[in-house]
């Protein structure tokens, strides 16, 4: 079985850095595509960004873009997010997940099978 554990949340200043990161375990996770997702309270789960198999190919959301860094290691097993300049509406868990599905966008959470615990990012204004 997969698993998936994301760590390196935390509080954080505005335009601060943070670096996530979510270490895989099990059956092959470096066939397949990785996402960040994230959630604050009362709002749903909402793309961040998104690697390809080999971390050639890379999205984001529009809200993330410039700012945050997806990046993997598939021998380490770990899919890493860098944000910086966070700011306060960056504010939410992050999920890191395994998307399984090609019928369904990578934006959709439908499209992913496997995820992790979630680590809390908080910015402060």
């Known amino acids: 079985q997969v698993q998936l554990v994301e760590s390196g949340g935390g509080l954080v200043q505005a335009g601060g850095s943070l670096r996530l990161s979510c270490a895989a375990s099990?059956?092959?996770?470096?066939?397949?595509?990785m996402g960040w997702f994230r959630q604050a309270p009362g709002k749903e789960r909402e793309f961040v960004a998104g690697?390809?198999?080999?971390?050639?190919?890379?999205a984001y959301a529009d809200s993330v873009k410039g700012r945050f860094i997806i990046s993997r290691d598939n021998a380490k097993k770990t899919v890493d997010l860098q944000m910086n300049s966070l700011k306060p509406e960056d504010t939410a868990v992050y999920y890191c997940?395994?998307?399984?599905?090609?019928?369904?966008?990578?934006?959709?959470?439908?499209?992913?099978?496997?995820w992790g615990q979630g680590t809390q990012v908080t910015v402060s204004s």
């Open positions: 997940a395994r998307r399984i599905r090609y019928d369904s966008s990578r934006f959709r959470v439908e499209a992913y099978d496997y």
């Open positions: 099990g059956r092959t996770v470096s066939s397949y595509d």
């Open positions: 690697i390809s198999p080999s971390g050639g190919s890379t």
